[in-house]
């Protein structure tokens, strides 16, 4: 299976926004993805900035950051599609796509996470997703390049020169 052949929905439904209607927002050929487990209630949040700066800062060069809202880690994502949906724009302007609530973890773990966690980051770490706000970039062609611990930040010199290869 190819990362991009994986389905997820958007956070809120596009009927419900009004947008064109979309089976999936996986990781898209010819797209450098930065997928990141995400959570409103963490000490981590403030990383949507990072994230939003790193959207505006490469998307005309195919990039995107794909948000993956997750309420595995001490109910740090508690809220509604639509809940989650309103924090991310009014307190950090996310224009970023954002996915349906998951499981990044354990028995019920989302397909999209299965074809991730094998992927190790710069220390040799693979499995479990250790925390919100973990990191995985894609290259254009599906492959996972780079892997990112929580506390890394987007805007961190290591997570700009891995986009800033995978877009060459």
Do not use: H, K, M, W
């Given at each position: 299976m190819s990362i991009s052949d994986v389905q997820i929905a958007p956070l809120i439904a596009p009927?419900?926004?009004?947008?064109?209607?979309?089976?999936?927002?996986?990781?898209?050929?010819?797209?450098?993805?930065?997928?990141?487990?995400?959570?409103?209630?963490?000490?981590?949040?403030?990383?949507?900035?990072?994230l939003e700066w790193l959207q505006r800062?490469?998307?005309?060069?195919?990039?995107?950051?794909?948000?993956?809202?997750?309420?595995?880690?001490?109910?740090?994502?508690?809220?509604?599609?639509?809940?989650?949906?309103?924090?991310?724009?009014t307190t950090y302007g996310v224009t970023f796509p954002l996915t349906e609530k998951v499981q990044v973890n354990g028995p019920q773990r989302h397909p999209l996470y299965a074809e991730l966690v094998d992927v190790p980051d710069a220390e040799g770490y693979t499995g479990d997703i250790r925390w919100n706000f973990e990191k995985f970039l894609i290259d254009p062609s599906g492959q996972?390049?780079?892997?990112?611990?929580?506390?890394?930040?987007p805007e961190s010199a290591e997570v700009v020169a891995a986009i800033e290869a995978a877009l060459a």
């Open positions: 009927q419900a926004t009004g947008a064109d209607s979309a089976a999936t927002l996986a990781p898209q050929p010819g797209v450098t993805t930065l997928v990141v487990n995400v959570a409103s209630q963490c000490g981590l949040t403030p990383q949507y900035e990072g800062q490469f998307a005309d060069r195919g990039f995107t950051v794909l948000g993956v809202p997750c309420n595995q880690f001490n109910g740090q994502e508690p809220g509604s599609s639509e809940q989650i949906a309103q924090f991310c724009s996972v390049v780079a892997r990112f611990a929580p506390a890394t930040t």
